[in-house]
């Protein structure tokens, strides 16, 4: 290192050194990691009951249009009132099941 | 039952040890890092409010990266903030200007001891000049552990090095720095 690269080592470092900024406390940070970890933590639990949420949903949907699909024609030449309960049934059950997946969750994350 | 009592009760406090233990070992760690890292973020950002939000967030997710050596945290604090700025740089669409960012809202101007404004000389530098230097000379990091935090290669670091302070020391000469200090 020759004479100016030392003059250069020697100013950077000073500027280094006088740089004295107001820091956030480490226990603020820490408390703030904790927290955040909890909240992931806590999501990574939900995750499985979202995903069950999930396939309730697409389940009751599906078996509620195959028996639309599947009795087209009985809908047509008049059996409609036989079948109708049970598709009600399928509807109200997969309208439950859309809106408890869409149901807000009781503590949002907080923003950071 | 009470055996099963005691156990639970026993492996609680030892994580509330533990979890104090490494509460402890973060204060003296960010006591250490913080002010340089504060530094670099406030050189390469020009901007202290940025700075503070990055800094916090890179602690935060030093926090909940698994268990490290001392020189190591130093180094993926280090790439974590540096990442973390840069990913503040893309959502402001100022992403492009990484390699060649000169204009900066803010100064930060600390260094009124100096025989001459270093701070405005780094001002002058590109946002990765000014890391590379710091990096070099402040924090003294080997060509390979700044190659990791920037993610440039070794041999690409040696060169950025050489060049950065070529350009300083022109700048330096340019803003009428003789070289009092010895």
Redesign the interface.
Known sequence: MN???S??????????E????E??S??L??W???I??KQ?QQERIERPMMIMRMLAAIVCLAVFLGLLAGNWKQLYSGIWPLIMPLAIVAGIFSLVAVGLLFREPRTKPAK? | MFVATITRCLTMTEARIHERTS?GE??AF??RT???L??YL?RLSGD?AT??EV???A??RM??APTMEEQHRKAYLYKTATNILRDHWRKLKRGKEWMELSHLTEHVH?????P?D??AI?ERLTAQERAV??LA??EELSHKEIGGILNVKEKSVRVMVFRA?EK??DL?ERAG?K?T??
């Open positions: 004479n100016h690269d003059q250069l080592d020697f100013l950077i470092k000073k500027m280094a006088d740089h004295r900024p820091l956030p480490p226990d940070i820490w703030r990691a904790h955040l970890k992931t950071h | 509460q973060f204060e960010y006591l913080a002010r340089p504060h530094g406030c202290p700075s503070d800094l916090q967030e602690y935060i926090i909940a600390y260094n009124l001891n100096l001459v270093m701070a780094f230097l710091w000379h402040v302070r300083a020391k330096l720095f070289g200090h010895e």
